[in-house]
């Protein structure tokens, strides 16, 4: 298994690319079981789990061909990925592939809108307390397909097709209205669905499935419309960039100081993250077609942070801020609303000696000025590139072990870093 070793201390300097974001590509991939015809997706992120999908979707009968290489890279990857589900030969998500990520569950809805049946094992994916697909599948019920649960699979029939109905959410949530979305734009009739996700992510689909022939008015509000169509047809779209990347890189800078421009990210996809850097002491200045980020000397100043639905602050951001927090000059709260149990990064960030205790979904941050480097294990996605940020700024040596869940979101994290000046090195096996 791969790990990462990192000798702490050094400033960051340079331009950082960012990538397409993962959490619109997946279900824009997804997307191409909607139709026969060719879906060509732009600025596709090279990550574990875009390759983990186009695997799924090979399975599904989807044609998946690559293009947009660099040199020298694998026969898998590329940023342009073109799909075409002329063909869909199978309409069963099996346990072992599931279960790796929990966003090709999404693969349900559009098998049941084009196919009328379906079979996908429940998911899983990153550990973050208890994720279940309850209203997902209160979507899919709404839309009128009939759903049983066995031996862990999720069996949904729709025999005459899906209906156009009213989803009301009792909680935002994003899957669940990728699901209301790509089963509402081939359901008969009129779906509004109330409550819905309004994250890029979510715009980004609904984007693209206007281009595709969908009906769909409200984007971006809470509120969508869709009027259902017999058919869907082939598109080319270009993945949004992913503002956790962005938020995750502004947040290493904003740790060991230094100057950074993040190419290719509007402030508008992380405006609340960005606002707590800024209170944090550091630098925000929108550049072009990027964002600069920097910070040379002063203190960072404790901040206070909630999680919340976009525009609020991002989950996905969460463990990041508090590994920023962990070195600020005082008391930092942070609230989890999203998740439960979304603070498996606490005890690992305390082997670098940050003090921090946990009350409810409530962390406290007592910051303090030096962290030292030590050995410590990725848990999750994003709590993984906590530790990356934590050790960046560490006295010393840094060993991450389990590093595959950063290259499940992050393209390139150590080439990317390494470019700035960080002293970042894999160490394969
Ligand atoms: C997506 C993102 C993830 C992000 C999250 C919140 C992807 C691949 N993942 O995850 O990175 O952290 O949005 O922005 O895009 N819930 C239920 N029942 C359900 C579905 C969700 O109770 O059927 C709850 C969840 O437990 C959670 C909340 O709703 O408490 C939000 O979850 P949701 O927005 O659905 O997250 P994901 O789509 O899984």
């Not at 006295?395 to 950063?406: A, D, F, K, P, S």
Request: glycine share 10%; hydrophobic share 45%.
């Amino acid at each position: 298994m791969d790990r990462i070793k990192i000798i702490g201390g050094e400033k960051l300097y340079g331009t950082i690319p960012i990538a397409g974001a993962k959490n619109a590509a997946l279900p824009l991939m997804i997307a191409s079981l909607l139709t026969p015809e060719t879906l060509i997706l732009e600025n596709v992120p090279r990550l574990s789990d875009v390759r983990m999908l186009k695997r799924i979707l090979g399975n599904h009968g989807v044609d998946v061909m690559v293009a947009g290489k660099r040199p020298g890279e694998s026969a898998e990857d590329g940023e342009v990925v073109r799909l075409q589900a002329a063909h869909i030969v199978d309409t069963v998500s099996p346990y072992e592939l599931v279960s790796q990520m929990r966003a090709s569950f999404w693969v349900l809805a559009p098998l049941v809108a084009r196919m009328r049946e379906a079979k996908v094992s429940l998911p899983g994916g990153c550990a973050i307390g208890t994720r279940p697909v309850d209203l997902l599948l209160m979507a899919m019920e709404k839309l009128g397909c009939k759903i049983e649960i066995d031996s862990g699979y999720v069996l949904a029939s729709a025999p005459d097709g899906l209906k156009g109905a009213e989803i009301d959410f009792p909680k935002v949530t994003v899957g669940g209205t990728h699901t209301a979305l790509m089963g509402a734009v081939l359901a008969r009739g009129k779906t509004v669905i109330k409550n819905a996700a309004c994250e890029p992510e979510v715009t980004d689909l609904a984007h693209c499935l206007v281009k595709m022939g969908a009906k769909i008015s409200g984007i971006g509000t809470p509120t969508l419309e869709i009027i259902g169509v017999e058919h869907l047809h082939g598109a080319t779209h270009r993945v949004l960039p992913d503002r956790i990347e962005a938020g995750t890189y502004a947040c290493a800078v904003a740790m060991t100081g230094g100057d950074v421009l993040l190419d290719g990210v509007t402030p508008d996809l992380l405006q609340s993250a960005l606002d707590k850097l800024k209170a944090s002491g550091t630098e925000v200045i929108p550049e072009g077609n990027g964002i600069r980020i920097r910070r040379e000397g002063g203190k960072i100043l404790p901040v206070n942070i909630t999680t919340e639905v976009f525009p609020g602050f991002p989950t996905d951001l969460q463990a990041q801020f508090m590994a920023l927090m962990t070195r600020a000059d005082g008391v930092s709260t942070i609230i989890e609303t999203i998740f439960e149990n979304r603070f498996m990064h606490v005890s690992e960030l305390a082997r670098f000696g940050a003090k921090i205790r946990l009350d409810g979904d409530a962390a406290i941050i007592e910051g303090r000025e030096t962290l030292k480097g030590a050995p410590v294990m990725a848990t999750d996605l994003r709590a993984s590139v906590s530790l990356v940020i934590a050790a960046l700024a560490a006295e010393g040596e840094t060993m991450i072990n389990r590093v595959y869940h950063l290259d499940r979101g992050f393209e390139g994290l150590e080439t990317k870093l390494q470019r700035c000046g960080a002293k970042v090195e894999r160490i394969r096996g």
